[in-house]
């Protein structure tokens, strides 16, 4: 069983699968190359509870071990796929008390502070979140960051940031931050994450190390569940699959069982707006309009359900590539009802209205465009 790449619907063609890119612009991604180029050092213990990103612990072990880190570093990758993971990791390495050759520990008190997001000289910065559901990172709070690392450290070696979806940063807040990064105080070490490169100014991502994150397999998400979380063979399989490579989720979603339950919830209301008259249709944009913050998860669930169905429209049936496994025979017999071309329509169609709701577009007029592009019953 192979892990899923995320995926980008400019690369989906029938001659081209679904496929994620990376861009490789000063950066570092998962691949075969960078794993076999690197000297394997031996990890200290607070490596090794990360799953799947082997190559970018070896590269961040090699570089806190020689003393060749970076002044900035920008994890990129797919939501809960284990990028704040990653970097809190290397704070903990930066700050750790003990031996050169045994950072992190996880257990000494600057581990544990920082692993609890209370060391003092670890600054975390997340993004405010609006009554639309919107995510932002505004001026204020880089500023305050400013003035916090321009001060010396208080009881670690470095003083780090850790900044949360810095593609959610404004216009203002990413320009104000560009100072420090080009003029970085002394001792400071700067950690951000992002879903893409891209989506991050080019004067900052130029000035950070990229280091690309891909989803984690299938088959280590699964195995991980069972094996240090005790989960069964069944549920693990599941959520394995549904994460489609973000560990985090899978995780979190076997100790809160009302991840799933949203789930079903939302592939409920796809299959009653599949069923829907333009008229029900109509009335359902309205119902779900009224609740905007809910509209970003709905529509990336159903964006899985309308991958999965071109996947099955184009080629042959693969189970093992098929996110929501639950759901693969409704999917394969309406793969064969509907014309191809409708399916890749109402994919395309799903990703632009998440698109769109980024940029506080209509909420019902593009709830309205994507019910109208999906097939008829």
Same mark, same amino acid.
């Given at each position: ?21 990376? %861009? %490789? ?28 990103? /082997? ?13 060749? @880190? ?42 544990? $502070? ?25 001026? /204020? ?7 916090? $690392? ?16 810095? /593609? ?20 400071? @070490? +700067? ?9 991050? $100014?080019?004067? @900052? ?50 100790? /809160? ?64 590539? @098929? ?7 409704? +999917?394969?017999? +309406? ?27 209509? %909420? ?14």
């Amino acid at each position: 069983m192979q892990g899923k790449p995320a995926y980008s619907l400019r690369s989906f063609s029938p001659r081209c699968p679904l496929s994620y890119s990376p %861009t %490789t612009h000063h950066s570092f991604h998962d691949s075969p190359t960078h794993a076999t180029i690197l000297p394997m050092t031996p990890l200290a213990p607070g490596w090794r509870p990360i799953v799947g990103h /082997d190559w970018a612990v070896r590269l961040l072990s090699n570089a806190v071990t020689h003393g060749r @880190i970076g002044h900035a570093y920008l994890f990129t990758g797919p939501e809960q796929i284990g990028k704040m993971t990653l970097a809190r990791t290397l704070a903990q390495a930066l700050n750790c008390e003990a031996g050169p050759d045994e950072r992190p520990c996880g257990h000494c008190r600057a581990c544990r $502070l920082i692993g609890e997001d209370k060391h003092p000289d670890v600054r975390v910065v997340v993004p405010e979140v609006s009554e639309r559901g919107t995510a932002s990172i505004k001026i /204020d709070s880089i500023r305050r960051l400013q003035q916090d $690392l321009s001060l010396s450290a208080y009881e670690g070696r470095f003083k780090v940031a850790l900044l949360r979806r810095f /593609d959610a940063a404004n216009a203002n807040a990413a320009n104000a931050f560009l100072k420090t990064l080009e003029e970085p105080p002394t001792n400071v @070490i +700067l950690l951000l994450t992002a879903a893409d490169s891209d989506a991050v $100014l080019p004067t @900052i991502n130029s000035r950070c190390r990229t280091v690309g994150l891909r989803p984690v397999p299938t088959e280590a998400i699964e195995e991980l569940l069972m094996a240090r979380h005790g989960v069964a063979a069944a549920e693990a399989n599941l959520l394995a699959h549904v994460a489609e490579g973000r560990l985090g989720w899978a995780i979190r979603a076997h100790h /809160d069982r009302a991840l799933l339950q949203e789930r079903g919830a939302q592939l409920e209301t796809l299959q009653k707006a599949l069923e829907s008259s333009l008229v029900g249709r109509f009335a359902l944009a309205e119902t779900l309009a009224r609740k905007a913050d809910a509209l970003p998860p709905l529509l990336r669930t159903w964006l899985s359900w309308w991958r999965d169905m071109a996947l099955l429209a184009y080629g042959p049936r693969r189970d093992a590539a @098929i996110s929501n496994i639950d759901e693969v025979e409704r +999917l394969a017999r +309406l793969a064969r009802q509907w014309p191809r071309q409708r399916v890749l329509a109402s994919l395309q169609q799903t990703e632009m209205a998440l698109r769109q709701l980024a940029q506080n577009a209509n %909420t019902r007029l593009v709830l309205e465009n994507v019910l109208l592009t999906y097939p008829q019953p």
